[in-house]
Structure formats: structure tokens, C-alpha cells
């Protein structure tokens, strides 16, 4: 009985060992991995989110390759290593958040933090944390996108999977001006009230709808 509750712990970790990336495999981009994320969660199945947690681990010593610090990290070794975790384990934001972030503001990277972000969206197109992730990386960007912005924020307050709060922090009235701060500058008035009803007709959720009324009732 005990040399069967055995077998499939050196099991998987005969097979953490394969897949596990080590800091040069990524410099060298050689690890089968990091190569071939796909092909890598196909064969791992449900071990994905294990192996996912290890690529995390590793991952985070990528800034220890960069020579006079993290400004001179390599992105594409950045890219390639978050690009991996956001297929093994979509639901991993954190880890998904951290890459993302890194590349938008130290190199300032935005499209290759979008390459990650997107890749999480393709496997969980409903994660509004992932689309909360890509507004706040557009609108704290040096030129931001004012009709991505504003389509991420009706993407954001229109799922029904979110409630008004982000972790810890209360983000409704946040969105509305997002809203209006991507509106056109001389029709802001009028562009931020149509944006409103429409969210007004399309949400179902009273809170949203009180939120909601209350804003055109201050715009009228």
C-alpha cells in the first residue's frame, strides 16, 4: 500500500524535474518548456497549474541575468517565460500581472505585455481581471489609447463576473471616469452619457443600474 501512495509523488516529480526551466534554459531559450508552451500543457494536463508555479519561481531570477540591473533585462526572455505561465495557467494573475507590468514599465514594452495579457484572454475570454489588468496598463501608458481604453472599461463594467470591486479596492466610479476621460474632448459630455446608457441597458446587476442612473442624473 505505501509503495502505491509512492508512485505518484516520484511520478510527478520525476516529471517537475523535466519540465522545470533553470535560469540559462530561459537565457538560451532552449528548455522544452519554454519552447513549446502548447505542446507542454497538452502533455502535462492537469499538472499544468504545478509546473506553472515552478516557471513562476524560475522566471522571478531572470532580473538576476541582467547586467547593471533591471533596465537591462532581457524582454524576450521576459516575454517568453511569463508568455509560457499565462498557457499553462491562465487563472494565474499574479504571476500574469508581474510580467505584464514589467514589461509596460521598465522597458516600456506595452504590446509585448499585451502578447501576455492576450494570451491569458484567449483561454479565459470572460477573466475581467485580465481586462482590468490591459485598461490600467493602456491608461497608464505614455500614449494612451483613448477607443481601447474606452472599450476595455465597457468590456470591464458590462461582465457579469465583476461586482464593483477589484481585490480590495472599489473600482466602479474609477471605471465611469475612466469613461469619460476617453471620451472626445468636445463632446466629452454628451459621449460619456451615451456610453452610460448603453451600460444602463446592457447591465443587469442593480447596484450598477442605481451607480449608473446616478452619473446621468449628475450629467442631465
Given at each position: 500500500m505505501v509503495k502505491l501512495a509512492v508512485a505518484p509523488i516520484i511520478g510527478l516529480a520525476g516529471?517537475?524535474?523535466?519540465?522545470?526551466?533553470?535560469?540559462?534554459?530561459?537565457k538560451q531559450e532552449s528548455s522544452f518548456l519554454?519552447?513549446?508552451?502548447?505542446?507542454?500543457?497538452?502533455?502535462?494536463?492537469?499538472?499544468?497549474?504545478?509546473?506553472?508555479?515552478?516557471?513562476?519561481?524560475?522566471?522571478?531570477?531572470?532580473?538576476?541575468?541582467?547586467?547593471?540591473?533591471?533596465?537591462?533585462?532581457?524582454?524576450?526572455?521576459?516575454?517568453?517565460?511569463f508568455l509560457t505561465i499565462a498557457t499553462l495557467d491562465?487563472?494565474?494573475?499574479h504571476a500574469i500581472s508581474y510580467g505584464a507590468s514589467f514589461l509596460s514599465t521598465v522597458p516600456k514594452e506595452k504590446e509585448a505585455a499585451y502578447l501576455i495579457i492576450d494570451r491569458g484572454l484567449s483561454l479565459r475570454p470572460n477573466d475581467f481581471q485580465l481586462q482590468y489588468l490591459k485598461l490600467i496598463t493602456e491608461v497608464t501608458s505614455e500614449k494612451p489609447d483613448k477607443k481601447m481604453i474606452k472599450e476595455l472599461?465597457?468590456?470591464?463594467?458590462?461582465?457579469?463576473?465583476?461586482k464593483g470591486v477589484f481585490g480590495a479596492m472599489k473600482v466602479d466610479d474609477f471605471l465611469l471616469e475612466i469613461l469619460a476621460f476617453a471620451g472626445d474632448e468636445d463632446a466629452k459630455k454628451e459621449e460619456l452619457k451615451k456610453e452610460l446608457e448603453w451600460l444602463y441597458k446592457?447591465?443587469?446587476?442593480?447596484?450598477?443600474?442605481?451607480?449608473?442612473?446616478a452619473k446621468l442624473k449628475e450629467l442631465n
Open positions: 516529471i517537475l524535474l523535466l519540465f522545470a526551466p533553470k535560469p540559462q534554459s530561459i519554454y519552447a513549446n508552451p502548447i505542446i507542454s500543457k497538452a502533455i502535462l494536463g492537469n499538472l499544468t497549474p504545478f509546473v506553472a508555479d515552478f516557471a513562476w519561481l524560475e522566471s522571478t531570477k531572470i532580473g538576476e541575468l541582467g547586467k547593471g540591473g533591471t533596465a537591462n533585462v532581457n524582454k524576450d526572455e521576459i516575454q517568453t517565460a491562465p487563472s494565474f494573475y472599461a465597457v468590456s470591464v463594467f458590462a461582465n457579469p463576473e465583476f446592457n447591465t443587469s446587476d442593480k447596484n450598477k443600474k442605481a451607480l449608473i442612473a
